[in-house]
C-alpha cells in the first residue's frame, strides 16, 4: 500500500512539474482526465514503472481524481450507497450506508494531503479554513454539505464531515416503504401539508428531519410562494415558485455575517405565503413564531429535540435568549398560536429511521401546553440480526383540524384515527 502511494505520489508531482495547469483549465472534465490518463501512461512507459492492468487502472483514476476531483474521497461522491462520509484524520474514512457506519479503505497520504483537499472544497464555494479560521460549514456546488474542523481545534488532526445531496428526492411513498411511517400517517401528513397549519419536525442528527421537511413540502399548493432559509441550503422542494435563502458567516474580519434572524425578516418583505426555516436554533425562534402567527400559515422548521414536548420547551428557551422581555406564560401561548403539529424522528442504532410521534398541539391548560399524540411508534423488541422491531400505533384521539379540512372540503376517513396497540 505503502509503495502504491508512493509511486502515485511521485507520477503526480511529475505531471504537475510537466503540464500547462494553465492550458488545462480551458478544457472540460472529460478532455483533462483524457489529457491526464495519456501523460501517466507516458511516465510509467519512460520510467520503465512495471504495473499489472489493476494497478495502471488505479494509478490513471486515482491521478485524474487527485487533479480534477477530490481525490481518494472521489469515488465516495459518486457511490450511490454511500449517505455520509466522515473523515477522521488521513488515517481513517468511515462512511455510511443504509443508515450504518462502516469503515472504508480510503486513506490520505498524510496530513498534507488531506488538508490540499479539504482546501479545494472549500475554495470551491468562496470559504476559506486556516488556524485563524478552522471551522467551517458550507454547501458544494452538488449540494452536499460539508463541515470541517482543523488543528489547533481539532487535535489529532483535520476533520470532514460530508452529507451528500440526494439526487433523487424521497417521497411519502418511499417512507412507507422503508418502514418509517405508516400509511395512515402518511396520508394525514400529506393532508395536514396542504393545510395552512404550521408544523415543526423534531429529532436528533441524522434522523431524517430535512427529508421529511422535504417530503411535506410535496403537498403545498404550487401556486404558492415559498421563502426557505437555511445555514447551508439542503432542501429540494419541487414547487415552481422557491426562493431560497442562505446564511453567510462573518469575514476574516468578523464583520458582514448574516443570520438566520435577518433573512426571516427580510423575508417577510418578500410577500411568501409559507416560509421554510431549515433549523431553528437561536434568536430566530420568536421571529419564526411572530411570522406564523401573521399571516404565514402554514410554514415548517425543524429542531433538534428528543420528543414534542422537548421541542417545544427549546423553542421557549430559544425565545428567553431575546432582549424582547416575556412572561413564560406569554411564550407559550405564542407557542400554542403558532404550531400546530410536532413530528418526532428517531434515528435507531442498527440505521433505520422512525417518526416516533405525531403530536397536535391544542392550546393551553393553565400555564402548561397541551398536547395530544395522534400516532406512535412502540418497540416492542430486538430481532435476532440486531433489527428494532414495533409498531405504529394511532392513541384513537380524533384530532381538532379534521373540522378545519371539513371546512375546506377535504375529508378524512374517520377509520384513520381508530384506536390501534402495537402487535
Do not use: W
Amino acid at each position: 500500500m505503502v509503495a502504491y502511494l508512493d509511486l502515485k505520489q511521485s507520477i503526480h508531482d511529475r505531471l504537475l512539474r510537466q503540464l500547462d495547469l494553465v492550458q488545462l483549465q480551458k478544457l472540460t472534465q472529460d478532455q483533462i482526465r483524457y489529457e491526464l490518463s495519456n501523460h501517466t501512461e507516458r511516465v510509467l512507459l519512460e520510467e520503465s514503472i512495471a504495473v499489472n492492468e489493476f494497478e495502471r487502472r488505479n494509478l490513471i483514476r486515482d491521478i485524474q481524481n487527485e487533479m480534477v476531483g477530490l481525490g481518494p474521497l472521489e469515488p465516495l461522491f459518486i457511490d450511490p450507497t454511500v449517505s455520509d462520509i466522515l473523515v477522521n484524520t488521513h488515517r481513517q474514512v468511515y462512511v455510511e450506508r443504509n443508515g450504518r457506519l462502516e469503515l472504508s479503505d480510503i486513506v490520505f497520504n498524510d496530513e498534507a494531503h488531506l488538508m490540499k483537499i479539504i482546501e479545494k472544497m472549500i475554495s470551491r464555494v468562496g470559504r476559506r479554513i486556516d488556524e485563524s479560521s478552522p471551522m467551517v460549514d458550507a454547501r458544494l456546488p452538488d449540494g452536499s454539505r460539508v463541515n470541517a474542523i482543523i488543528p489547533p481545534l481539532a487535535i489529532d488532526g483535520a476533520m470532514v464531515s460530508i452529507r451528500k445531496f440526494a439526487r433523487e428526492g424521497l417521497r411519502m411513498q418511499h417512507l412507507t416503504e422503508l418502514g418509517t411511517l405508516s400509511s395512515d400517517m402518511a396520508t394525514v401528513m400529506k393532508t395536514f401539508g396542504k393545510l395552512d397549519a404550521n408544523i415543526l419536525v423534531s429529532g436528533g442528527t441524522g434522523s431524517g428531519k430535512t427529508t421529511l421537511l422535504n417530503i411535506l413540502s410535496a403537498s403545498i399548493d404550487p401556486r404558492e410562494r415559498i421563502v426557505t432559509i437555511e445555514d447551508a441550503a439542503e432542501l429540494q422542494l419541487q414547487q415552481p415558485h422557491v426562493v431560497r435563502l442562505e446564511t453567510r458567516p462573518a469575514n476574516i474580519e468578523g464583520k458582514g455575517e448574516i443570520t438566520q434572524r435577518a433573512l426571516i425578516r427580510n423575508a417577510l418583505r418578500m410577500r411568501p405565503d409559507r416560509i421554510i426555516l431549515g433549523e431553528v436554533r437561536g434568536t430566530e425562534a420568536l421571529d419564526m413564531l411572530q411570522a406564523m402567527n401573521t399571516g404565514h400559515q402554514g410554514s415548517m422548521a425543524t429542531i433538534h429535540a428528543n420528543s414534542p414536548r422537548d421541542a417545544l420547551a427549546r423553542l421557549e428557551n430559544m425565545i428567553c435568549l431575546n432582549s424582547v422581555a416575556m412572561s413564560p406564560v406569554a411564550i407559550r401561548r405564542q407557542i400554542a398560536s403558532a404550531i400546530q403539529l410536532v413530528i418526532q424522528l428517531n434515528r435507531f442504532g442498527d440505521g433505520q429511521r422512525k417518526v416516533m410521534s405525531m403530536t397536535e398541539v391544542t392550546g393551553m391548560e393553565g400555564e402548561t401546553l397541551s398536547l395530544q399524540e395522534l400516532f406512535s411508534y412502540r418497540q416492542t423488541g430486538v430481532s435476532s440480526l440486531g433489527r428494532v422491531e414495533g409498531a405504529f400505533v394511532c392513541s384513537g384521539i380524533r384530532p381538532r383540524f379534521a373540522e378545519k379540512l371539513k371546512v375546506q372540503g377535504i375529508q378524512l376517513d374517520p377509520a384513520l384515527f381508530h384506536r390501534t396497540a402495537p402487535h
